[in-house]
């Protein structure tokens, strides 16, 4: 495995629909007994690019390589343009400073990223996805914010945390898009390379989610996301929390809930852990979310 910057360097190939029942990613159907009334097959685009760690030879990154390339080639671009509610705003009231440094793993098309720059932090993305992190590249040089936001194609397993270097760190469904161990060691090393005075904002799916194969969610009849066939970690009630506090992390928000999604694909709904932390001794300015009684202004 290896970790490189996303290339511009790209052709898209329309193929078939898989019709392999077990992958939901590719073929639009859920795993057997679940109903599949509630999702819709898709055309599934690839890409074909250069492998970096193969010289002169040329492959092709379907679905299996590259699961979201298709819902971050639209034109409509998947989970749109909004940053995370959580995220903005602790932005809002705590803006960086002049030379922080954020990682957002798992960036995607790169919302919660553009958010961390216009808040003043020079952002390093992080995901799989090449494609997603074209998008992210096109979005930051559409909004005037190139020069603050770089990307890397990597595992998120295989990233290397420098310790205490972050002050800002946001992964949003990220550690449920791995495995349980894995997750775990991912959390440790995000932990450790969080700087005194940053802050952490993390969101999982949760057992709450229709597409859970566990209780409650297993019994849900509400619809479920196009994506969720990479989801294979689903965090039980109050996990997340845990690993916090595990962390002796100070716990600035926390919430699980259910949500509706209009971002991508048809309507859907998820259950979702939000958290937000930082070190514990550091007291930023947070008032909550909504803000509940700020200082008024002058």
């Given at each position: 495995m290896f970790c490189r910057k996303a290339s511009n360097r790209a052709n898209r190939v329309l193929l078939r629909p898989s019709q392999n029942r077990l992958d939901f990613a590719v073929s639009g159907r859920f795993p057997a007994g679940r109903s599949e009334r509630r999702f819709a097959p898709q055309a599934v685009t690839a890409k074909v690019c250069l492998c970096k760690s193969l010289p002169n030879r040329w492959y092709v990154m379907s679905n299996a390589s590259d699961p979201f390339f298709e819902p971050y080639d639209r034109d409509e671009i998947a989970y749109g343009s909004v940053p995370s509610s959580g995220l903005q705003a602790y932005l809002d009231q705590v803006p960086g400073l002049?030379?922080?440094?954020?990682?957002?793993?798992?960036?995607?098309?790169?919302?919660?990223?553009?958010?961390?720059?216009?808040?003043?932090?020079?952002?390093?993305?992080v995901d799989l996805s090449e494609r997603g992190l074209q998008r992210v590249a096109e979005r930051a040089e559409q909004a005037g914010l190139g020069t603050q936001v770089g990307t890397r194609v990597c595992d998120v397993r295989e990233f290397e945390f420098e310790p205490?270097?972050?002050?800002?760190?946001?992964?949003?469904?990220?550690?449920?898009?791995?495995?349980?161990?894995?997750?775990e060691k991912v959390w440790k090393r995000i932990v450790s390379a969080l700087s005194p005075g940053g802050f952490l904002f993390i969101e999982v799916h949760t057992t709450e989610d229709p597409g859970s194969n566990q209780m409650p969610g297993l019994e849900s009849d509400a619809p479920v996301s196009e994506t969720a066939g990479q989801v294979i970690n689903y965090f039980a009630p109050q996990r997340l929390v845990r690993f916090a506090l595990q962390s002796n992390l100070r716990v600035l928000r926390y919430e699980e809930r259910l949500e509706w999604d209009y971002t991508h694909g048809a309507e859907h709904l998820h259950g979702k852990a939000i958290l937000l932390a930082v070190h514990d001794g550091h007291y930023p300015e947070w008032y909550g979310q909504p803000a509940a009684f700020p200082r008024r202004e002058a």
């Open positions: 002049a030379g922080a440094r954020a990682l957002d793993l798992g960036a995607g098309a790169g919302r919660d990223t553009l958010a961390l720059a216009r808040a003043g932090y020079d952002v390093t993305s205490q270097h972050y002050d800002a760190i946001v992964a949003t469904t990220v550690l449920d898009h791995i495995p349980s161990e894995d997750a």
